[in-house]
């Protein structure tokens, strides 16, 4: 089966995914004039902005963490240990061109997803089923869209997530030699803790979880930090070998660079979801004045989630010379984990355990909440939401036993497929994002904090918010707003 899977998604990849990603990437680079590259101070500013109106409202900075908490999980540790085992120190490379080009992209869809918001239901929420719809009147790309998610992030990555959690909980606990029924015992467990919150709305562990993740992605780049300090002196051959592999001319006749690219890309996009219309759907339900806010917010946390997690990852990995692992599709999570222990200790193996355990768990309740809100957007069916559940601790369950291989390629089926229809969206409404930071702009330029207001361009049709004080009184965060959903 993982071969079968393996040879659609390649031609999946090559064919269409690849080109893709890199032409709407470079496409809306040009269309919003480097705006992920020239901006990068005011996105400093925005995620600092105090904020406004409501108490209850969500800010700026913590529309920050709440994205970065759900997207930090698998793919930045066990997502680049594999790229780099299956394609080499240049994988890293083109980890970093996805995300360059995709923080353009990111700004794009976060952007639309705040602009094409919608009050009903709970308050503040949309996604790219919403701006298909609205903007474009497409509903059946819409409703294409709303089945993919659904799928992808809460059936698919989800047991990729559970994948990781097993294998680092067994390398952690001797591995499954001792206990052949570990893995089924742990999935258990695992598949239990997601049912009691998807069902029971027992939200005191996703809520500790949202708290905790940003305290151990730092404990987690300080461990990193003082790893390079340690090599300090081999730090400049290894960034030599990252772009070596990435161009060099032996690499090329023996097609080293194809498979560096192909699992760059891959698990690049897989960890920043650049394009793939997953953050839009927490986006949307920030309080902010303008929706360019927003999109400069999810820039940024593309840019700290591959420019900084997962190059962290990369560098522990490449330091402890992963050679023996090059070519085996078993080593994920587990790798990430040998290199730290080579480097520090074991003990730095259990931390990344625990450090691996709540990143995923995070991302699980994370992207349930993704399919829960489409399958909302589509039904609004209790019976169909609670068979949507099942199926949700089902592929927990089954992505804690079956081998790695097979969940990653389940994955990179369907991520080009989700990722394809979002951008078929996005490229045609690119327009519409740089006119609005065109508006964003003139009101900075002026020394006035930027308000939008949809008589402010009203030839956009179907913008149901932004009347003026829609950023004030309906405003809600992520995690409540997923709180909220799991209770009705």
């Known amino acids: 089966m993982s071969a079968l899977l393996d040879a659609f998604s390649g031609l999946l990849w ?12 470079v496409y809306l680079t040009y269309v919003c004039r480097g705006v992920q590259l020239r901006m990068i101070p005011e ?7 105090r904020n406004q109106g409501d108490k209850e409202a969500i800010s700026s900075f913590k529309a920050f963490t709440i994205s970065a908490a759900s997207r930090v999980g698998t793919g930045n540790i066990a997502g680049v240990a594999t790229a780099i085992a299956l394609g080499g120190p240049g994988a890293v490379f083109w980890m970093w061109l ?5 923080g353009a992209t990111a700004f794009v869809e976060s952007t639309l997803g705040q602009l094409y918001k919608s009050e009903k239901h709970y308050r503040y929420h949309g996604g790219p089923a919403y701006y298909i719809q609205r903007a474009l009147g497409w509903r059946w790309l819409a409703i294409t869209f709303a089945v993919m998610i659904s799928i992808t992030y809460g059936l698919v990555f989800n047991s990729v997530q559970a994948n990781s959690i097993i294998d680092v909980m067994q390398t952690s606990l001797g591995g499954e ?25 027992v939200q005191i562990i996703s809520k500790v979880s949202v708290t905790v993740v940003p305290v151990m992605a730092v404990m987690y780049l300080s461990l ?20 070596a592999h990435a161009f060099g001319l032996r690499e090329i006749a023996s097609g080293g660079v194809g498979a560096a690219m192909m699992m760059g890309m891959r698990r690049g996009l897989f960890s920043n979801e650049a394009g793939m219309g997953s953050v839009p759907n927490a986006s949307a339900t920030a309080s902010v004045s303008h929706p360019v806010k927003q999109g400069l917010v999810q820039t940024l946390g593309v840019y700290f989630d591959t420019m900084v997690i997962c190059t962290m990852t990369a560098i522990i990995v490449l330091l402890a010379d992963p050679s023996h692992a090059y ?32 990143f995923a768990f995070t991302s699980v309740i994370g992207n349930y909440y993704y399919g829960e809100s489409n399958i909302q957007y589509m039904f609004g069916s209790k019976l169909l939401l609670n068979l949507f559940r099942l199926a949700v601790m089902a592929f927990v369950m089954i992505g804690s036993v079956v081998q790695m291989s097979v969940v990653w390629s389940m994955a990179d089926v369907f991520m080009p497929l989700l990722a394809l229809t979002n951008l078929i969206a996005i490229v045609p409404l690119a327009g519409t994002v740089a006119r609005l930071l065109k508006h964003y702009r003139e009101q900075r330029q002026r020394g006035v904090e930027p308000v939008f207001h ?35």
């Open 177 to 201: 030699d001792g206990n052949p029924n570990l893995s089924w015992i742990l999935g258990g467990v695992l598949t239990v803790l997601t049912g009691a919150i998807i069902f029971g709305g």
């Open 14 to 25: 090559t064919y269409l995914a690849i080109p893709m990603l890199l032409l709407s990437g």
């Open 98 to 102: 996805v995300a360059l080009l995709g």
């Open 43 to 49: 996105m400093f500013r925005v995620i600092l902005e």
């Open 224 to 243: 990193g930090t003082l790893v390079i300090v340690l090599n300090i002196g081999q730090v400049p051959a290894m960034i030599g070998e990252i772009f």
């Open 327 to 358: 070519g085996d599709s078993t080593m994920g999570a587990s790798l990430t984990q040998w290199a730290l222990a080579e480097q520090l200790g074991n003990w730095a193996l259990h931390f990344l355990t625990l450090a691996i355990l709540l």
């Open 454 to 488: 949809r008589d402010d361009m009203p030839d956009l049709k179907n913008v149901e918010c932004w009347d003026g004080t829609d950023h004030i009184t309906c405003a809600e965060t992520y995690s409540d707003s997923a709180g909220k959903a799991l209770k009705n």
